[in-house]
C-alpha cells in the first residue's frame, strides 16, 4: 500500500476549507499543516476537522517545518507565483486554485517550474470534474459551428462576502478571477484558437482601491468563427435578473444550463449555488417543410450532482491519481494559460480602448 501524500493546506476561505476536509476525508492524503496569516481562520478550520494539525502563520517557515509531499495554495492570487516556486523547489507536488496567478507572465512561471522540476501541478479548474458541465461541453459539440457562448455570474455580495470580494479585487478583478472557469469550457466547446478580445469595465464603488474594477464583460472571437461572451460583477450594489446564464447556441440548435435554485433570488453570492445546474434544455433548429419545428425541446436532468465540498474531493481525487499514476498534465496546464491570456487580454483591451489580438 502506498504511503499517504502529506500536503501542506495554504489558505482557509470558501476554496481553501473545501480542499482541506477533502485531503482529511481522502485515505490517499494526510495533512500535515495549515497556514493561514489569520490565527481565527486556521483554528476554526482545524477544529472542523477534529483538531490536532499543525498551524502556521507563514507559508516559507510551515514548508521548512512540515517538509511536505504536495502543497495546496488557495490563497489570494498575488501570492500563487512565489508560494509555487518555493513548492516546486523543495520538491513538492502542487495544486493551486484559480485563477493560475494574477497575470499570465506570473502563470507561465509557474508552468514552467512544474515541468522543470517534473512534479505535478494541477489548477483549480473546478467545473471540469462537474458532470453535468462535462455534458454541457459535450452537447455543445454537436450542435454545429461557428458557436455564440453567452455566459455570467454576477454576484451581489453583502457582510463577509463583500468583504471578502473587496480584499480579492484589490489584486485582481472579477473578470479575470471568475472568468478563466467560464472562458476555459467555451474552449473546450470550441477546441479552437482565441484570436481576438474586447473587454468592458466599470468601478461603482469608491470602497475599492484607484484603478480597481468591481464589473467587466468580455468578447472573445475563435478561430472558427464562434464567439463567446462573459461577464461578471460584483457587490452590494449588482442585480439579481439574469445574473446566472450559461447557453450555448449552433447551426443546430442551442443547449442551455437551467438552474431554477442557482438563479434564485438571494443566490448570487452562495458559492454552493454558482456550481449547481439541476438541468440541461437541448433544443432543436431543424424545421419541417411547413416551417414548424421538427422535435419538441428535451430536458435532460443528470442525478449525480455533487454539491460544492463534492466537486473539490473529485479534483483532490484527480490531484491524488495524477501524483500515482504520473498523469501528463501538458494540455491542463496549456488550457490555463489560454483561459488567463483571454481574461488578461480582456482586461487589456477595457484599460486601453482596442481590441487584443491573440
Request: charged share 20%; net charge negative.
Amino acid at each position: 500500500m502506498q504511503n499517504p501524500i502529506r500536503v501542506l493546506c495554504v489558505g482557509a476561505g470558501h476554496m481553501g476549507r473545501s480542499h482541506a476536509l477533502a485531503y482529511h476525508r481522502i485515505p490517499g492524503f494526510e495533512i500535515c499543516g495549515i497556514v493561514t496569516r489569520s490565527a481565527d481562520s486556521r483554528g476554526k478550520l482545524n477544529a472542523e476537522l477534529g483538531g490536532g494539525y499543525p498551524e502556521f502563520a507563514d507559508f516559507h517557515e510551515a514548508l521548512a517545518a512540515t517538509k511536505p509531499d504536495a502543497v495546496s495554495i488557495s490563497t489570494y492570487p498575488d501570492t500563487h507565483g512565489p508560494y509555487a516556486e518555493a513548492a516546486f523547489d523543495a520538491g513538492c507536488h502542487v495544486f493551486i486554485e484559480k485563477p493560475l496567478a494574477e497575470n499570465v507572465v506570473a502563470a507561465e512561471g509557474i508552468v514552467a517550474k512544474a515541468k522543470s522540476s517534473g512534479k505535478k501541478l494541477v489548477i483549480g479548474y473546478i467545473l471540469r470534474h462537474h458532470p453535468s458541465w462535462i455534458k454541457f461541453i459535450e452537447m455543445a459539440q454537436t450542435l454545429g459551428k461557428p458557436l455564440v457562448m453567452r455566459m455570467n455570474l454576477n454576484q451581489q455580495s453583502s457582510g463577509a462576502n463583500w468583504k471578502t470580494h473587496q480584499a480579492l479585487m484589490s489584486s485582481i478583478s472579477p473578470i479575470v478571477d471568475c472568468g478563466v472557469h467560464y472562458v476555459d469550457v467555451m474552449c473546450q466547446m470550441t477546441r479552437s484558437k482565441p484570436v481576438r478580445v474586447s473587454g468592458i469595465g466599470a468601478r461603482l464603488t469608491d470602497a475599492l482601491p484607484e484603478g480597481k474594477i468591481n464589473y467587466g464583460a468580455l468578447q472573445v472571437t475563435f478561430e472558427d468563427g464562434s464567439v463567446g461572451w462573459y461577464e461578471a460583477g460584483w457587490g452590494p450594489m449588482m442585480s439579481e435578473v439574469a445574473f446566472f446564464v450559461k447557453d450555448v447556441v449552433g447551426p443546430k440548435g442551442c443547449v442551455s444550463i437551467v438552474a431554477d435554485k442557482a438563479a434564485a433570488e438571494g443566490q448570487s453570492s452562495n458559492v454552493d449555488a454558482h456550481t449547481q445546474t439541476q438541468s440541461l434544455r437541448l433544443h432543436h433548429s431543424q424545421l419541417t417543410p411547413e416551417g414548424t419545428f421538427a422535435k419538441a425541446d428535451e430536458s435532460i436532468r443528470l442525478d449525480d450532482e455533487p454539491d460544492h465540498d463534492g466537486l473539490c474531493h473529485r479534483e483532490q481525487e484527480y490531484f491524488l491519481k495524477a501524483i500515482h499514476e504520473d498523469l501528463d498534465l501538458t494540455d491542463h496546464m496549456e488550457g490555463a494559460l489560454s483561459s488567463m491570456r483571454i481574461v488578461e487580454a480582456a482586461d487589456e483591451s477595457f484599460r486601453t480602448g482596442n481590441t487584443i489580438a491573440l
